[in-house]
Structure formats: C-alpha cells, structure tokens
C-alpha cells in the first residue's frame, strides 16, 4: 500500500513571522524620517551659526528617535522569532520539528500526554471596518508531557492558520492513539456501509482499476461485482481530470523545509533595520551628506521590498501545503493492512499506481495519500476542503508575488545603474 516512512507537516507557515517584519518595517520608516528631519533641521540651524547648547539639544531628537525605534523593533522582533516558519516531521518513533524556535528538538510519541489549544487574550490584533471592528486573539498549541513542563509548538493570530492548528492538534492526537493502541473501539461499532470488503476475512479492501484485487490481510482474491465496477469507472474518470493537478500537488509535497522559507524572512529582517541605519550613518559622514544616504534608500528600499515578495512566495507555498496536509489526507486506515479510507465519508478509495490523489468511490472526494495523521476514530472535518480551491488561490498568490518580485528586481537594477552613473 501507499506508505510513507517520514511525514512532514508545516507547523508555523511563517505568514506571522512576515507580518511582524512589516509592523518593524512600518516602525522603521517613521523612526527613520522622525531623525533624518531631526537632522536635517541641526545641520540648517548649523548653519545658521546656532550656539552648542542648542546644537546639543537638536543632536538628541534623532538619538531619542533611535531609542523609540530601538525598542519598538526588539518588541516586534520578539514576535517574528516566535513566528517563523516551524515544520514537524513524524515517523513511528517521534516528533522532529524543523526551523523556527522549537528547531532541532524532538519529543518521542511514549513521552506525549496530551495536546492542548489555549487563548492568550493580552496578545490581539484589532482590525477596524466601517462597520465593525474584529479582534483575533492569538491561539497557542501546547504539547502536555509526561515527567516535564509543556511545550508550546505554535502561535498564531491568523483566523486561517488558527483553524489548522485546530487540524494539527487532531493530527497529533489521533497519532498518539493510535500509537496506544486505543483508536479503533468506536470504529467498530461504526460499521460503514460503504466499504468494500473481503469475502473470506471480512477486512476492507482497496478498490484497483482492474476486475479483482487481492485482500491485504489474508490474500484472498476479491471479485469486484458489476455495480462496484461501474463507481470504479467512473471515479477513474474523475481521477483523469485531477491528473494534471497531480503535478502542482507533487511539487507543494516535495517542497524544501521550514529552513528555507526562514532564510528570506531572517534576511528581510536583517535589511530592515541595517538598510535605514546603513543610509543615516552614510549621511553624516563628512564629505558624503544626505546624498549618499538617499542613494544608498534608493538602492536597498527596492531590494528589501524584493526579498519581501520572495518571502511572500515562500509562505504562500507553505500555506497551500498547510491547506493539503491539514484538510485533504485520507483517513488512516482502522487496522493494519487494510486500504487508507475517504476523508469525508470514509468510504473505499480508488488507488492508483504512482497517483498521490484517490477519489472516493462514494462520496467521490479527492483524498491524498500518505499525508494523514488522523487515526480512523477522529471524525473528518474537512469538508471545507478543495482541491482546486487550494491550488486556485496557491496560483493566484503565486502569481502577485512573482509579479512584485520581478517589479522590484527591475527597479532596484535602473536604481543601482543611476547611483553608479
Ligand atoms: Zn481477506
Ligand atoms: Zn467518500
């Protein structure tokens, strides 16, 4: 059957973390125009021939500017820290977390208690309309321990990357079921109708596009009946139309981990605060001024605007990932080899060689194979879930920052060569 040893699941998208960095570059911008008036005033009333006891006090506008801006930045980059983009990996041993704050831990499944959603109603965001004002509070998922404290594994403020986490927590504790070898007592009482089964053992079997299979637990040959063989024709034709989405959804799966969604936001972070010091600092050196400093913005404003859309693309990858492994995993099949079963209705798959989507036979929903943690027992709530809805707005966000990124190259290049000339 379809197996995968190792299952990487994005924990923290980064979206936060992006969020943050533009709080910081918003602080920055006023900060930074807040001193340069300071100094542009200081060098005018210089001029001037101003006595030293007034320069002294014009000289501490921008010092108090870079004070404020000092500390709003570390408050904020507090936040992008805790944020960044987090992946765990699951095998049957443990889970290993990937990038961000928890990067290079792991926590063996027999150590894991329970798995907790908590609301810390101090941190918010309040986003006003002309109608109503919304507060999002920030959830946090906490990981209880045994013989330790508990552990938190991710935060957000996001509504959407909330609802994951929700999806995350059931992940984790259908895992750890299943491990404990309590999962399937109401799965046999559930007794669903639309399965197919096995003549001699009574175990579910896959359905193949072929006339007969073999039962996965006792070998026995399966006949498919006329009527079975009809709803497998037609969801083989269904699965010929998600072909070529088969490609973009292998692509989402194989992408790089948390680590390098991390490298773009950790070096937009960077030019955030060193590009606007890089450029004051230039500015009151002797024999250069203000110029220096503007064509110093001029060049790295666009850069950095750059290295945010590269960012951007990085984070809209990992939350289409987000959406696949939290919403449209098939279920965990209820006992050893037998077929993985359909998300939403927990019906008989189709499975095909080398094809990561199975359609359902019954419900004729798009599952993917080899992602979910669920054990059979937690109920599926991913009827929210589309395929092409996912991979829809993946495109659309794709595309806006592609577009960004290639405005920002172009300007940052006619930049550099007007500096140079
Ligand atoms: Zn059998
Ligand atoms: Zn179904």
Redesign the pocket.
């Known amino acids: 059957m379809h197996k995968q040893p190792c299952i990487r699941l994005p924990l923290q998208t980064g979206g936060g973390a992006l969020g943050a960095l533009f709080w910081t570059a918003l602080t920055t911008v006023a900060s930074f125009g807040a001193a340069s008036f300071g100094l542009f005033m200081l060098s005018s009333m210089n001029r001037e021939g101003e006595s030293t006891g007034g320069l002294l006090v014009m000289s501490l506008i921008p010092a108090l500017c870079s004070l404020g801006f000092g500390a709003a930045t570390l408050a904020i980059r507090r936040e992008f820290v805790r944020q960044r983009a987090t992946d765990v990996e699951v095998d049957d041993r443990e889970l290993r977390f990937v990038g961000g704050a928890l990067g290079g831990t792991s926590i063996p499944w027999g150590e894991i208690e329970s798995c907790t959603i908590t609301t810390d109603s101090t941190r918010y965001v309040r986003t006003k309309t002309s109608r109503r004002t919304t507060t999002e509070y920030m959830d946090q998922l906490w990981l209880a321990r045994r013989r330790s404290s508990p552990r938190l594994l991710a935060e957000s403020l996001d509504a959407g990357e909330k609802a994951s986490l929700g999806e995350l927590r059931q992940a984790i504790l259908g895992a750890c079921q299943a491990r404990g070898g309590r999962a399937s007592e109401d799965e046999a009482t559930q007794q669903p109708t639309?399965v197919l089964q096995c003549a001699a053992c009574g175990s579910a079997v896959a359905a193949v596009e072929a006339a007969e299979t073999a039962c996965g637990s006792c070998g026995a040959t399966v006949e498919f009946d006329p009527d079975t063989a009809e709803r497998i024709r037609s969801a083989a034709d269904l699965g010929r139309v998600t072909e070529r989405l088969e490609e973009a959804i292998q692509r989402l799966l194989d992408q790089p981990p948390a680590t390098s969604a991390n490298r773009p936001l950790d070096l937009l972070g960077f030019l955030i605060l060193a590009v606007p010091a890089a450029a004051l600092g230039v500015s009151v050196l002797p024999g250069v001024g203000a110029t220096g400093g503007l064509a110093l913005l001029a060049v790295g404003v666009p850069f950095a605007t750059g290295i945010a859309f590269l960012a951007r693309l990085f984070v809209a990858e990992r939350q289409a990932l987000r959406a696949l492994t939290a919403g449209m995993g098939a279920r965990n099949p209820a006992r050893a080899g037998e077929p993985p079963?359909?998300?939403?209705?927990?019906?008989t798959?189709l499975i095909r060689d080398r094809h990561v989507v199975a359609i359902?036979?019954?419900?004729?929903?798009e599952?993917l194979l080899g992602l979910d943690l669920r054990s059979a027992l937690a109920a599926a709530q991913s009827h929210d879930y589309e395929l092409g809805a996912i991979l829809a707005k993946r495109q659309s966000q794709r595309r806006r920052a592609v577009a960004g990124l290639v405005a920002c190259a172009v300007v940052t290049a006619l930049a550099l060569l007007a500096v140079i000339a």
């Open positions: 639309s079963r359909c998300r939403q209705c927990g019906g798959l359902c036979l019954f419900c004729r929903a599952n």
